[in-house]
């Protein structure tokens, strides 16, 4: 079997080349997406502070909800320094230090800020030496509240040295410190000296772990890190996570020490296997799309080969079992290189993530032949069961009808396969209601999904509705209609199913960009529409290089003249868990920070309730969440805050411009504690509207190390050429996406010209010049052309039509407006070129050469 396959793929290249091109690009695509999800799950930070530490307990920085994967949690979580003293206590510890960090920046004597590691959590106490690789110091251990110690490059970059004065500001207060001692490590074995150190009691208070903290935080450290004596890592380590499992905390050894160390790096890390996840599924929909339509084409080719298989004795599941290998073969081989490319590929993405600030630069990928394997399995899985429904019809068909239907092409539609194309048209538009129920992310995924549903029932309908068609266009051409126009027309009426299949391949395409890319677009512009309405403030103040915003700030700005008002806003992320249909739900998303005073800066145009109530343990919800999860106000809501606490909060307001501003708004004394930093990120600020007072608040910013001044004018809202990295990241892998499916549909449609080489052999022969069957064929690619760019455009408008009704107001969406002319150049230079080409080809063969051929 195996030997007749290769025989015969011999002699159909062409069909062949079409299934090893949608194969290789397969394979490329789902062995990186693999990739992606694998690395989302198993891939580590890279330790640096903590290189040294041979075991390390922290709080859970995951939450994990019922029977779903764990969602990891951005915001520090703290552990009981008590422990620190019992876990040194361990026979085989030599260290036990707690670490702490908290926001600390260097300004050197011109008042600029000198970097000394990340802002948000550079300063530490003097004992988090201990963690260094063989450090060095020059001077002695801070002793004061105004001592202060400092790494070796950032003591260069300020010009000071042990007894020299340095300005600090840490955890948002800056004061003048004594330089005690310069710290500088060996570099041999990890442990990064960045940092500044103050002494471990000034660096409690300033953290809040201090006695007058609050009880859950007095005394807590971000982590413990323990160093072992050689030889009894192990021994440590199983007692370790014994005392461990007493509280509750995680035990980190080798790579997952990365993970301890920066938890908002793993928290991005769930970008991965969400991205993995949102692409897996189109991306599988189009490889069978594309290697589907390859295969009909190559056993389209070869029906004349098995119907004389069939006609000498060969069993139906023979003939499948032949078509089947013939694709098996040719997938084995792309293969070989795009198992490589995939790898190849889901570098390419994760650089780019990095670059889009959506992950972690250090974050590195998951390299294990898991993926490939898959991709392996999957794609031969695909390709089988294509080749066997593309042979179906021709292996169950009695011999002696295969051999009489074997020299000219299936020209009867099957009806049944019409009216479940139609069904699956209807069930399309009803899906694209969605976004006028949801005005959120999940209602406008379905936009997409809808575009799709509505591409397949295309495919499934499009025999049917061409022969209708062409059945109308011959009605209605006028008898003096040219010879080539009326075979063009003849052709679409005769042979509907090659023509659909031209159709439905290019229609997808439109309705693929079309979707996906207004889609993106149209909840852009409304999500921009939202913050310009919702934001009444024209300033904003931030201090990205100070880890958050001075303390004394507001009070600052808000004695500024022409100020009429100043909060702060900050973000943070909460985890709302419901039940739905009996399940649980968790839902992770960004939140907002907000005081009492927020209204005064924001109107996210309040339902119910007042914002100005947000004290205490309160929330306020959108309305489309409110509505979907029973919340109202004055209801209680249990939320995981970012660190993993669980809270129940009282709503005290319903606003409705939560596409804008996301689904929840926290206060900030619910929030308290729960931070990182601990400090607000942007001050937002409205002013009286004159010059006076952006001067005055521009110099008081000119006066203030590390603070930046947005004065867009609506605070920091985004217009279109202002494009999020979210919605890079789509355009970027649509145009790749993109690119492999219109690769696939010209190849298809080159090797179904190349098959016509008979038909134009015989038009030859009865007297067509070449003139003349080119002048068809271009009418063929023009009719082709037509009716994908219609189909598609119809099937896209109405999804579109309704996502921009419920999101915008409008029957129309929000897109550049080359994109439509740029789909119909794409589609039309794809549906000439692929016919063009090819015939030029056949008609340089002599008629009688080509009908002798198989």
């Known amino acids: 079997m195996l030997h007749l396959a290769l025989r015969m793929a011999r002699h159909r290249i062409a069909a062949l080349l079409a299934i090893a091109c949608a194969t290789l690009g397969g394979g490329a695509f789902v062995t990186g997406i693999g990739v992606l999800a694998e690395s989302g799950l198993r ?15 922290s709080a859970p920085q995951t939450y994990k909800p019922e029977g779903d994967l764990p969602i990891a949690l951005p915001e520090r979580a703290r ?10 206590a361990l026979p085989g510890v030599t260290a036990a230090v707690g670490d702490i960090g908290f926001p600390a920046a260097v300004v050197d004597g011109r008042g600029g800020l000198v970097p000394a590691g990340d802002p948000r959590t550079a300063g530490h106490g003097w004992s988090s030496t201990a963690l260094l690789d063989g450090p060095r110091v020059t001077g002695t251990a801070p002793a004061g509240p105004d001592e202060v110690a400092v790494d070796a490059r950032t003591a260069a970059a300020a010009g000071v040295a042990p007894g020299g004065r340095l300005h600090v500001v840490a955890a948002g207060r800056r004061a003048a410190y004594r330089v005690s001692a310069v710290v500088a490590t060996s570099g041999n074995g990890g442990g990064d000296a960045s940092g500044i150190y103050f002494a471990d009691s000034t660096a409690q208070r300033l953290a809040g772990r201090d006695r007058g903290a609050p009880p859950a935080q007095a005394g807590a450290v971000d982590l413990i890190a323990l160093r072992t004596a050689p030889g009894a890592r192990a021994r440590v380590e199983t007692a ?3 005392i461990a499992r007493q509280h509750g905390l995680t035990v980190s050894t080798g790579a997952a020490r990365g993970d301890a160390e920066t938890p908002e790096a793993m928290a991005a890390r769930n970008v991965l296997p969400v991205l993995a996840g949102s692409l897996g599924g189109v991306t599988l929909l189009i490889v069978g799309f594309i290697v ?22 060969a069993t139906p599941k023979q003939v499948r079992r032949l078509a089947a290998a013939q694709a098996l073969i040719v997938t084995a081989v792309t293969l070989v290189p795009g198992i490589p490319l995939g790898y190849l590929l889901a570098e390419r ?10 992950l972690a630069p250090e974050l590195p990928l998951t390299l294990s032949p898991l993926p490939a394997v898959a991709a392996a399995l999957l794609m031969l899985a695909v390709v089988q069961v294509a080749a066997w429904s593309s042979a179906l019809r021709a292996s169950r068909m009695p011999a002696t009808e295969a051999v009489a239907e074997s020299r000219s092409e299936p ?37 997409a999904l809808a575009g799709i549903l509505a591409a397949i029932g295309l495919g499934l309908a499009g025999p049917v509705l061409v022969r209708r068609l062409g059945d109308a266009l011959a009605r209605r051409l006028p008898p003096r209609a040219a010879a080539p126009t009326w075979l063009a027309v003849a052709n679409s009426r005769g042979y509907a199913l090659r023509v659909a299949g031209a159709v439905t391949t290019l229609a997808m395409a439109v309705v693929f960009t079309l979707t996906y890319a207004l889609t993106q677009t149209t909840v852009l512009s409304a999500t921009n529409e939202d913050v310009r309405a919702g934001t009444r403030a024209q300033l904003s103040l931030s201090a990205p290089g100070l880890g958050g915003l001075p303390a004394d700030l507001p009070a600052a700005v808000a004695a500024t003249p022409g100020v009429r008002a100043a909060a702060p806003v900050t973000t943070t992320t909460v985890l709302w868990s419901y039940r739905m249909l009996g399940d649980e739900v968790v839902d992770s998303r960004s939140a907002l920070v ?42 209680t809501v249990s939320l995981v805050l970012g660190d993993g606490a669980r809270v129940n909060a009282r709503v005290v307001a319903v606003y409705g411009r939560g596409l804008g501003f996301g689904p929840v708004a926290v206060s900030r004394d619910l929030a308290a504690g729960h931070t990182t930093t601990g400090l607000d990120q942007t001050l937002m600020v409205r002013t009286d509207g004159t010059a006076a007072a952006q001067r005055g608040l521009a110099a008081l910013a000119a006066t203030r190390p590390g603070l930046a001044i947005d004065d867009n004018g609506r605070g920091g809202a985004n217009d279109l050429d202002t494009i999020p990295p979210e919605l890079w990241i789509n355009v970027a892998v649509l145009a790749v996406l993109l690119g492999y499916l219109l690769l696939g549909i010209a190849n298809k449609l080159i090797a179904t010209t190349v098959q016509r080489r008979h038909e134009i052999a015989a038009l030859q022969l009865i007297g067509a010049t070449p003139g003349q069957i080119r002048s068809m064929m271009r009418r063929e690619a023009a009719l082709i052309c037509g009716v994908a760019l219609g189909a598609g455009v119809l099937l896209s408008a109405v999804p579109l039509a309704l996502l921009s009704a419920g999101f915008l107001h409008r029957p129309w969406p929000a897109g550049p407006p080359w994109l439509l002319p ?33």
């Open 822 to 854: 740029a789909v119909a150049a794409v589609v039309a230079a794809i549906a000439f070129a692929t016919m063009e080409i090819p015939t030029r080809r056949a008609l340089r063969v002599p008629p009688a050469q080509a009908l002798t051929r198989g």
């Open 43 to 57: 891939s580590h930070a890279p330790a640096d502070r903590l290189a040294r530490a041979d075991v390390v307990v």
């Open 79 to 88: 552990v009981p320094g008590a422990l620190a003293g019992r876990l040194a």
């Open 240 to 242: 370790v996570r014994g």
């Open 411 to 447: 020209r009867t539609p099957s009806a049944r396969r019409g009216f479940f194309g139609l069904l699956l048209l209807a069930a399309a538009n009803v899906v694209a209601v969605a976004p006028l129920l949801a005005r959120s992310q999940a209602g406008a995924a379905v936009t």
């Open 292 to 313: 589907g339509g390859a295969l009909a084409v190559s056993i389209g080719a070869q029906r004349r080969d098995l119907a004389l298989l069939r006609a000498v004795g």
């Open 594 to 635: 907000l005081t009492p005073a927020a209204p005064s800066v924001l109107d996210l145009d309040v339902r119910e309730g007042d914002l100005a109530d947000l004290t205490g343990a309160t929330v306020a919800v959108d309305s489309d969440a409110a509505k979907s999860r029973g919340a109202r106000v004055g209801s």
């Open 349 to 358: 993405l994760r650089r780019l993530l990095a670059s889009s600030g959506m």
